[in-house]
């Protein structure tokens, strides 16, 4: 994907690849990355408030949002939609299971979850 774009600190990066690369280049940097984003979560409420940053009140509409792209994915990749056969998913960095709960678990038959928190 080329998409120029800035980081929090508004530096520019012609690429994702090259933010990553900057971020992440090295063993170290890459260690310092991983430990600062525990850090962030560690200090974050587990609550629906705080997997989205103090937007809470978005969740239904993200939940919408999120159930539409994947009625398009589902249609698009499987036949009938999937409906005739053995879904699985994993909800890859799932915080408190906000959306396996509210999504995933209504059109998969299995649903796995893992996080850091
Ligand atoms: C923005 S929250 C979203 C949580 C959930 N997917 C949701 O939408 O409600 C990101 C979650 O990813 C988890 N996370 C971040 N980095 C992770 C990692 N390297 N391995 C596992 N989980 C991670 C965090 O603990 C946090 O709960």
Redesign the pocket.
Known sequence: MEAAGTDSDGREFKSPQEMWRDQTGDDNKKTLW?RE??AY?EG?EAS?DG???GFGQVNDA?IKGSEAFLNTLLHERLGDAGRNQHLVAL?????????TKNLLIRYFNEVSS????
């Open positions: 991983y984003g525990v979560w974050v629906v997997v989205l940053g993200d909800d890859c960095g799932s915080g408190i299971g906000r959306i893992f996080s850091s928190f």
